[in-house]
């Protein structure tokens, strides 16, 4: 890598020729040459010559290897060099992605020590807002990308008119720089959105206050993110200060009317230069303080909702222009529908966890879709994966130590990864890296996370149960226990309640409906086996007329479409074991223990039979006496 102070190359070095590499041939038809950089020899050597802007504005992405066009080899995936205009953490992981692909990266960031610096081929130190130096940027690439949309957009729009290639296109960045714009552009498109209004003064606030009520979301138009450029006012009282929180109305001000969401989710959408979209499995995201905190993968919602959300988000992004990663971010209200909140043309915090957990992860698929290869399969390869976000718990040195101290607890947790950016200065509550954790099941990875912060707090969090055991009274009890004893000897939360089909139906039918959402994944009682999806189990109670046998036939007979698997009566042992194995399915740890457990019953048996083959019978049984 090497990092050098962008300057505006001489007029000897940039003046075009018939034999510059960098010009289409003079020949009809023939194809333009492409852009090939090379790493600066040592100090001494004089740096190679830079296209001139006419010469770039004729590039194209190169073709795949061998594509019988001539040019020069292909030593990787592609010859075209790629311009970031950013070099923070999501420019460090497009360059990781790069280097294992072969593609080469400059990055143009005003820091010397960005994250991405330190991965990348070259980086320019310069500032991507300024136009100049984005223009002599350009003359370095074959394509130019971002991975922070607060560039200068005009300077992208006028290089693009000389020919130059940006992806995506400057018209989406302008149109997500301003989120009020934004908010506008996909009103247009019809896109659900939350209802939204300009405002320009304090009368414009108080009638946006009388019209969507409080508490009020206000919002800066610009430079707003992580949780900077948004407040809210939870009176009319409060609009003044609000305002000037968020730095007065000459700095461009709208409000939203506030959405009573349920869950924050979020869509990674790719598409390819040729308008081609995929799109990666909805995830939820959890913010502290409006900062993103952690990101499940997938979405613990019904399917219906899954493909709600991926629905509207590949609609909103096909009404942009470009190719590229784009990160949807949405609203599930309580009444199921889903309303955009905004977009980020670029890799997304809620995609880190695709390095891990997908078959192609968003920063491949975001140099696949720019340089015109084939999307990649957005796909989970493991089951389930949880992002957790380091944010600075302090400041300077003492926050340092904090996050080390959680990397090295991480090092300790099965199928945890960490990444860290190597930012060079430690603020409270600023993304300083992530952990992702893949695994079996989402239980198994919340499980893991807990463990990993459970370390650093005294107020150890509440496992949530995996298996409810109903009884119709409590003279199920004595029976019940034992499903109960056998799923504590697996180590499996579980809950035990008392619901009567008779005497509270209304409870019945609220703890079944609600049960999924709670995070059971087996019921044991067969009276709620119609008000949920969720696999239940019966256990027939003997009772004193008919020893049970009303109650294993009233199981048994269940209606089609209604299943309900069962044990002998009064079996619950049975349960707590049959149970134990429908989860350890998708849970190989849990299915370890489960083989364990048939291996022991197994050495069990015999062992009895080596002692009886070895005693005899008599001497057998007087040792059982």
């Known amino acids: 890598m090497h990092a050098r102070l962008l300057s505006v190359p001489s007029p000897a070095s940039t003046s075009p020729s018939s034999s510059s590499p960098y010009l289409p041939s003079a020949s009809a038809g023939a194809r333009p040459r492409r852009a090939s950089w090379k790493p600066r020899g040592p100090a001494s050597a004089p740096p190679p010559p830079l296209p001139s802007l006419r010469a770039r504005a004729s590039m194209q992405p190169a073709a795949l290897p061998h594509d019988g066009q001539g040019g020069p080899p292909v030593h990787g995936v592609t010859n075209t060099v790629v311009g970031v205009l950013g070099g923070g953490q999501l420019g460090k992981m497009l360059c990781q992605a790069a ?41 370095r690439c074959g394509v130019l990308t971002v991975e922070i949309e607060h560039v200068d957009a005009a300077t992208l729009e006028r290089l693009e008119k000389q020919g130059v290639d940006c992806e995506p296109k400057a018209s989406t960045i302008m149109i997500i720089q301003d989120k009020y714009r934004q908010k506008r552009h996909f009103s247009k498109c019809g896109i659900p959105l939350p209802d939204f209004m300009e405002v320009d003064t304090l009368h414009s606030m108080e009638e946006a206050g009388e019209k969507f009520g409080y508490p009020l979301m206000v919002k800066s138009k610009r430079l707003a993110y992580d949780g900077r450029g948004n407040a809210v006012a939870k009176n009319k009282e409060e609009l003044s200060s609000v305002v000037a929180s968020l730095g007065g109305f000459e700095r461009g001000l709208y409000v939203e009317r506030w959405t009573p969401f349920v869950k924050e989710l979020s869509v990674i959408v790719a598409r390819s230069r040729d308008s081609s979209t995929v799109c990666y499995p909805v995830v939820e995201t959890i913010h502290k303080e409006n900062i993103c905190h952690v990101v499940e993968a997938p979405a613990e919602v019904p399917d219906k909702i899954k493909k709600l959300a991926t629905n509207v988000a590949e609609k909103a992004i096909k009404s942009l222009e470009g190719a590229g990663v784009f990160a949807v971010e949405l609203f599930l209200t309580e009444d199921n529908q889903i309303l955009l909140n905004e977009v980020a043309p670029r890799p997304h915090n809620s995609g880190h966890h695709t390095i891990e957990s997908c078959y192609t992860s968003q920063y491949e698929q975001h140099l696949r879709a720019i340089l015109g290869l084939p999307l990649g399969d957005p796909s989970m390869k493991a089951p389930a994966a949880i992002m957790y976000n380091i944010l600075g718990e302090d400041e300077g040195e003492a926050g340092f130590f904090l996050a080390h101290q959680l990397i090295r607890r991480a090092l300790n947790i099965p199928g945890a990864s960490v990444h860290w950016y190597a930012k060079p200065e430690m603020r409270k509550q600023r993304k300083m890296g992530h952990i992702t954790i893949v695994g079996s ?60 089909a008779h005497r509270t139906p209304e409870r019945m039918y609220d703890y079944a409906k609600s049960a999924k959402d709670r995070g059971f994944e087996v019921i044991i009682a067969g009276m709620v086996a119609s008000l949920t999806s969720l696999p239940v189990i019966g256990v027939p109670i003997k009772t004193s007329t008919l020893s049970g046998f009303d109650s294993l036939l009233s199981i048994v007979q269940m209606p089609k479409g209604i299943p309900v698997a069962t044990v002998a009566i009064g079996n619950a042992e049975n349960a707590g074991l049959l149970a134990v194995r429908i989860l350890a399915a998708r849970d190989p740890e849990l299915w370890d223990r489960v083989t364990k457990y048939q291996n022991d019953l197994r050495d069990m048996v015999l062992e009895t039979a080596e002692r009886l083959e070895d005693l005899g019978s008599q001497e057998f049984l007087k040792g059982m006496a």
Do not use: W, Y
């Open 99 to 139: 280097s294992q692909m072969g593609i080469r990266i400059v990055i143009l960031d005003p820091l010397p020590g960005c994250p991405a610096s330190s991965v990348c081929d070259e980086h320019v130190v310069g500032s991507f807002t300024d136009g100049d130096t984005i223009r002599e940027f350009a003359k």
């Open 441 to 500: 099941s989402k239980i198994s990875v919340k499980s893991r996370l807990d463990n990993l912060l459970q370390s650093n707090s005294s107020d150890p969090k509440e496992v949530s149960p995996r298996v409810a055991i109903i009884m119709g009274s409590q003279s199920d009890l004595p029976v019940m226990k034992d499903a109960e004893r056998v799923l504590k000897e697996f180590n499996i939360p579980c809950e035990q309640t008392i619901v009567s």
